[in-house]
């Protein structure tokens, strides 16, 4: 769908998103994970083990982090998720990937009023991190980021977005990922970091919409599908977008990952909360560095479209997804150094790394960096000293 069909949206600036004319809506199918399944530009011996190695079918290969146990760790970690996505795959649905989570509760006939949406906001984000969350932002619906089409799985065709009309709010949850296992990328054992996390946040994003729906609300429950996490988060206020293609969080980050709920339950929105984190990917080129393939820039953000699996007229950093998933494929696992080597990947409820935060978001952030290169923090965790504890 053309970008002139979209009205561009006044937060923009503040999220730091530059949308050009030639924008168009993402198509699910061209989504660097769903195309190694039917893209024989991607597909290959190597992808199809890929995906068989999240299976019982994994096969241990030379390298510490990749025996046996690493793997079982890992795909037990990814259990939960790998249920609710697989539950109606008969119908060519995979629920939290190529379609939204389906509802296993019904919309109350009764609705609980709302006179304040400001404090129902409040009231979301308690319940959200009850059940589990460790961050939720609340931003509002921008069709834009909603995918042009989504898949069936069967044939991997192309399919309207099973979205209702009138869902006006998008609340986006934040899951941290296990800051030692992290540290061990990249390794199969890493991936069960990945994994929990999955499994977690279809728990609670689950958890969460069948809150809304039995207050009368609509509620659809979304992980990878139906829409671009990473714009709605930004707007959400949760951080800032990086050069390594993440979420830059001032509690965690960018070790997140993100869910989703659309809903029509009356809310207060956030804002973008910009605290700079793109001047210190303008000087910043770690991610690029230790990526194995280079398959991360090094310039600046521009405006993507070459590669299929990028979105058409966003200006921003874009990683050549081919090269990313052919490292993917060949390690049987995710990879994930970009985010072991950011800057930003440390503990922030320590108090010596929150000064190390605001030292990086002031104009002192080259000596930021200097001190981040001479800390060791980047050094990569041998998986058996993980497994010592």
């Known amino acids: 769908m053309p970008g002139h069909n979209l009205p561009p949206d006044p937060l923009d600036a503040a999220a730091g998103i530059e949308v050009t004319a030639d924008f168009e809506r993402f198509r699910q199918r061209d989504d660097i994970f769903t195309r190694a399944f039917w893209d024989p530009a991607v597909r290959s011996k190597q992808s199809d083990a890929f995906f068989g190695s999240y299976r019982i079918d994994a096969t241990p290969r030379k390298g510490e982090g990749f025996q046996q146990k690493d793997f079982a760790l890992r795909n037990a970690a990814w259990l939960v998720s790998d249920i609710i996505s697989n539950r109606s795959a008969a119908e060519g649905v995979r629920e939290g990937f190529q379609a939204p989570i389906r509802a296993d509760t019904p919309v109350a006939p009764v609705q609980v009023p709302v006179e304040d949406p400001a404090a129902m906001a409040e009231e979301v984000k308690r319940v959200a991190r009850f059940f589990g969350a460790d961050l939720c932002g609340i931003t509002g619906m921008d069709p834009r980021w909603i995918y042009a089409s989504q898949?069936?799985?069967?044939?991997?065709?192309?399919?309207?977005?099973?979205l209702p009309p009138g869902l006006g709010s998008v609340i986006v949850l934040g899951h941290q990922m296990d800051a030692p296992l992290v540290q061990t990328y990249p390794s199969a054992l890493a991936g069960a970091a990945t994994g929990r996390e999955y499994s977690h946040e279809a728990a609670i994003v689950m958890q969460l919409a069948a809150f809304i729906r039995n207050m009368g609300y609509r509620a659809v429950a979304s992980m990878n599908d139906t829409g671009l996490v990473i714009p709605f988060a930004v707007k959400a206020g949760l951080g800032e977008y990086a050069r390594n293609q993440l979420v830059i969080t001032p509690e965690f980050g960018p070790r997140l990952r993100f869910s989703k709920i659309f809903t029509d339950l009356p809310l207060?929105?956030?804002?973008?909360?910009?605290?700079?984190?793109?001047?210190?990917?303008?000087?910043?080129?770690?991610?690029?560095?230790?990526?194995?393939?280079?398959?991360?820039?090094?310039?600046?953000?521009?405006?993507?479209?070459?590669?299929?699996?990028?979105?058409?007229?966003?200006?921003?950093?874009?990683?050549?997804?081919?090269?990313?998933?052919?490292?993917?494929?060949?390690?049987?696992?995710?990879?994930a150094i970009c985010l072991r080597v950011c800057p930003f990947n440390r503990d922030f409820s320590k108090r010596r790394n929150r000064l190390w935060l605001k030292l990086a978001l002031s104009p002192l952030r080259r000596l930021a960096l200097w001190l981040d290169d001479r800390s060791g923090r980047a050094k990569r965790l041998k998986p058996r000293d993980w497994w010592a504890g």
């Open 268 to 335: 207060a929105h956030d804002a973008p909360k910009p605290l700079g984190v793109k001047a210190v990917c303008d000087i910043c080129t770690r991610c690029a560095e230790g990526c194995p393939v280079k398959a991360l820039p090094f310039g600046a953000p521009e405006a993507g479209g070459t590669n299929r699996s990028a979105i058409k007229g966003v200006v921003k950093w874009t990683s050549d997804a081919e090269k990313c998933f052919g490292y993917w494929a060949k390690l049987a696992s995710d990879c």
């Open 151 to 162: 898949v069936d799985t069967r044939d991997f065709s192309e399919v309207p977005v099973d």
